[in-house]
């Protein structure tokens, strides 16, 4: 199995940057994709940016040229770094990693909260 630990969360001053990690253990090689979702109250669940291990990268419309996913393979971290933060990037961020040959097809990380005060 694969486990997912988020960090960098907490709250933020609108224009304010956050970075967040993820720190992936456990059966890492099958890796080959990892993701930062985000759930707002009463919104469900949404991408926010995924890297695969071929470095393609693609971000949500709402956050494109704000945000940056990046990652560091051999230490089995991805980060996300979050600048010009708006109240509206307020939510419980979740890493997210996956591969065809995990044992699972995806895995999630706690959740970490973000919130933008305005």
């Known amino acids: 199995q694969v486990h997912l630990v988020e960090s960098g969360g907490g709250l933020v ?3 304010g940057s956050l970075r967040l990690s993820c720190a992936a253990s456990g059966d890492t090689p099958c ?3 990892v993701a930062w979702y985000r759930q707002a109250p009463g919104k469900e669940r949404e991408l926010v940016a995924v890297i695969t ?3 393609e990268i693609n971000y949500t419309d709402s956050v ?15 980060s ?6 708006k109240p509206e990037d307020t939510a ?5 990693a996956g591969g065809l040959f995990c044992p699972l097809d995806y895995y999630w990380g706690q959740g970490t909260q973000v919130t933008v005060s305005s």
């Open 13 to 15: 001053q609108a224009g």
């Open 31 to 33: 890796i080959t994709t």
């Open 53 to 55: 291990s071929l470095g």
């Open 64 to 78: 494109k040229g704000r945000f940056a996913i990046s990652r560091d393979i051999p230490k089995n971290t991805h």
């Open 80 to 85: 996300l770094q979050m600048n010009s933060l």
């Open 92 to 96: 419980v961020y979740y890493c997210n």
